[in-house]
């Protein structure tokens, strides 16, 4: 079963705007990852947050991660048609490095 | 350093065959886990190995089965294919103590 779920499924934007998505997930996790991925292609890791960090920064990324909602947020700012991919969130529920991923988010950056 | 690599990157089978995917982990990592990603879906965990060993299981049928070399490669097979199984198949490689997983650029099996 998926553990997260990314909302919104689809976002479109035009270059220069910022992007937000957001991953609810059920159970409790050891940290959460997050994950681009360019047409159908591998998975590339952008950020990992703890359970017990609430936000954190990686170039034009930010996470949050709010444990009492279970829920995250991944914002990139001043997008770029490069950023154009599909975003995943993966909980570490187990900490065996066994991934649970969502549905994901498509994100379409318009020139 | 050589990041991870999968073969074969297309596949077409049919109902009923066998199929063996191979994936080479990244150097200094002796942890593989495969994921099975059916199109407009997340990828859903099949199993991972840890020194060869079979290290947790996802909800997948005993027709899936994996082995991982001693030198770390691995090996996913999957037997009496159905058409489900078309999908992309993506082989992920961590350190013993790490959390980022570092993913190949999958196989895409198509199965007739």
């Known amino acids: 079963s998926q553990q997260g779920e990314e909302d919104p499924q689809a976002l479109s934007i035009q270059e220069g705007e910022n992007a937000t998505m957001n991953c609810s997930y059920k159970t409790s996790i050891n940290n959460l990852q997050w994950y681009r991925q360019n047409s159908g292609r591998g998975l590339v890791h952008l950020i990992l947050i703890r359970s017990n960090e609430r936000e954190k920064h990686s170039g034009r990324l930010r996470v949050t991660l709010d444990t009492s909602k279970k829920s995250s947020s991944l914002l990139i700012t001043a997008s770029r048609a490069a950023d154009t991919a599909s975003y995943f969130c993966?909980?570490?529920?187990?900490?065996?490095?066994?991934?649970?991923f969502g549905a994901g988010t498509t994100v379409t950056v318009r020139a | 350093e050589t990041g991870v690599t999968q073969s074969p990157t297309h596949l077409i089978k049919t109902r009923g065959q066998q199929v063996t995917l191979r994936c080479s982990s990244q150097s200094g990592h002796n942890t593989v886990s495969w994921y099975q990603q059916a199109l407009g879906q997340g990828p859903q965990f099949i199993f991972q190995y840890y020194r060869e060993e079979e290290n947790g299981r996802g909800n997948f049928p005993p027709r899936f089965s994996g082995l991982q070399f001693p030198n770390y490669s691995s090996e996913l097979n999957v037997n009496a294919l159905e058409l489900d199984d078309s999908a992309l198949y993506l082989c992920?490689?961590?350190?013993?103590?790490?959390?980022?997983?570092?993913f190949g650029p999958g196989t895409r099996l198509t199965v007739l």
């Open positions: 993966a909980t570490d529920w187990s900490n065996d490095y066994k991934l649970s």
């Open positions: 992920a490689s961590s350190e013993t103590s790490g959390e980022e997983q570092f």
